[in-house]
């Protein structure tokens, strides 16, 4: 079992930055990927950033240039630097965990969320 804890989310103003912070614990050697995802107001939540256990990142088209996944060298945190932030940017930010433990059936965790507002 995977258990995600988020933090960092804030308020900024547009042209800033923050950093979003995502602590996993419990079985974190199971993990083959992690991400982060947001979900603004009567939105869906779409996925943001990912960073697989080999290290490969993805960017949604929206941060790219902007946004930057990363992975502590123990594997257990993973951070999200926001940068040159917009209100378009404004949402809930969840973590997310991909798990595919030995012999059993993958397992998807998330967090709670932090929210991030970027005023104008």
């Known amino acids: 079992q995977v258990q995600l804890m988020e933090s960092g989310g804030g308020l900024v103003q547009a042209g800033g930055s923050l950093r979003l912070s995502c602590l996993a614990s419990?079985?974190?050697?199971?993990?083959?990927?992690m991400g982060w995802y947001r979900q603004a107001p009567g939105k869906q939540r779409l996925l943001v950033a990912v960073i697989t256990s080999g290290g490969n990142t993805n960017y949604a088209d929206s941060v790219k240039g902007r946004f930057t996944i990363s992975r502590d060298n123990d594997k257990n945190t993973v951070h999200l630097q926001m940068n040159s932030l917009k209100p378009e940017d404004t949402a809930v930010y969840y973590c997310?965990?991909?798990?595919?433990?030995?012999?059993?059936?993958?397992?998807?965790?998330w967090g709670k969320g932090t929210l991030v507002t970027v005023s104008s």
């Open positions: 997310n965990a991909d798990s595919s433990p030995p012999h059993s059936d993958s397992m998807h965790y």
């Open positions: 419990g079985s974190i050697f199971s993990i083959s990927s």
